[in-house]
């Protein structure tokens, strides 16, 4: 998995997460950022081109070292300042209270344990900050349930960890985050992986 890890599946979710159709919901799901954001999972930067004139500084945390050469004319062309910051969002080498908000989209799902990943957004997002996300999940029909569960297995073996049915909103409560609004939705393309949780998660601690 190590030439395939490192060296393809980031250009292939590069590829499949930049398309016009994620774009839109890109948009909303950056909407209202402003300061200082932490970003697991910044890629290649996929979100760079949504972020609001409000966003002074984005702390990128990611595990494939290809992404940041991926992300390179996103970076050129983006007024941002972005820093990278670590490899791992389960621990994130950044300050107590250091960040105004955060950014999850297409991430909470592939991380190995997402309640620690949650207790460190938690630690490092100012009280009161929020924690904007945007993720494929669970959806709704015990029938949709059944076929994300059985390809589960196969989805994270192909996509390093990638899960289908996890409920984000329920692993956002049980970190102790407070959702202010949250939508969920099929978007275009196969179901099984495109019923959408999108929404806004305030930092109660």
Not at 50 to 67: H, I, Q, R, S
Not at 69 to 91: N, P
Not at 172 to 178: I, R, Y
């Amino acid at each position: 998995m190590g030439v395939y890890r490192d060296k393809v599946l980031p250009r292939i979710i590069d590829k499949a997460c930049s398309s016009d159709d994620i774009g839109k919901w890109r948009v909303r799901a950056t909407d209202g950022l402003h300061g200082i954001v932490v970003e697991p999972g910044f890629g290649s930067g996929t979100n760079l081109p949504y972020y609001p004139d409000a966003v002074t500084k984005v702390y990128a945390v990611d595990p494939a070292v290809l992404g940041r050469k991926l992300a390179a004319d996103r970076l050129a062309a983006s007024s941002v300042d972005v820093e990278f910051v670590g490899l791992d969002g389960q621990a994130i080498p950044l300050d107590d209270n250091s960040c105004d908000a955060g950014l999850l989209t297409y991430t909470l799902c592939t991380i190995p344990d997402p309640m620690v990943a949650l207790a460190e957004l938690r630690r490092i997002i100012k009280p009161g900050g929020a924690l904007h996300f945007l993720e494929h999940g669970i959806a709704p029909e015990p029938g949709m349930q059944r076929w994300q569960y059985r390809i589960d297995h196969v989805q994270k073996r192909v996509f390093d960890g990638c899960h289908v049915s996890r409920n984000h909103p329920e692993l956002l409560t049980a970190a102790g985050f407070e959702i202010e609004w949250s939508e969920a939705e099929y978007a275009n393309g196969p179901k099984p992986w495109s019923f959408f949780h999108l929404g806004r998660a305030v930092n109660l601690a």
